[in-house]
C-alpha cells in the first residue's frame, strides 16, 4: 500500500507562509486523488484541498480559497500544499490523504503548523 510522509510543517507568524510536502513510496500517486486536512485537538479533522488524479480538478475549502495552493509533481511522487497569509485559526495538523479508486484512503503521519499572532 500507499505510504505518506508530511514535511514542512513549523512555526511562522501570522501572515507568514509555508509550504507542505507530502511524498509517497510504495505506490506512484499519478493513480490517487490527493487530500489535505488539517486537525486541532478537540476538533473534528477539516478538509482543506484536494485535487483529482489527473491534476484537472482542485477543490478548496471556502475558509483557504485564495490563500492557499495544492499542486502535484508526479515525477516527484510529491504533492503540495502552499499556504500564504497564514492566519491562526490556520494553526493545526496538516495530514494528507490519498485515495484510489475503490475509495480507499491512506493518511500519513502528519506535520504540524503553529501560526503564531
Known amino acids: 500500500q500507499v505510504k505518506l510522509v508530511e514535511s514542512g510543517g513549523g512555526l511562522v507568524q501570522a501572515g507568514g507562509s509555508l509550504t507542505l510536502s507530502c511524498t509517497a513510496s510504495g505506490r506512484t500517486l499519478s493513480h490517487y486523488s490527493m487530500g489535505w486536512f488539517r486537525q486541532t485537538p478537540g476538533e473534528e479533522r477539516e478538509f482543506v484541498a484536494a485535487?483529482?488524479?489527473?491534476?484537472?480538478?482542485?477543490y478548496y475549502a471556502d475558509s483557504v480559497k485564495g490563500r492557499f495552493t495544492m499542486s502535484r509533481d508526479d515525477a516527484k511522487n510529491t504533492v503540495y500544499l502552499q499556504m500564504n497569509s497564514l492566519e491562526s485559526e490556520d494553526a493545526a495538523v496538516y495530514y494528507c490523504?490519498?485515495?484510489?479508486?475503490?475509495?480507499?484512503?491512506?493518511w500519513g503521519q502528519g506535520t504540524q503548523v503553529t501560526v503564531s499572532s
Open positions: 490523504n490519498a485515495r484510489d479508486w475503490l475509495r480507499n484512503e491512506y
Open positions: 485535487m483529482s488524479h489527473t491534476g484537472r480538478n482542485t
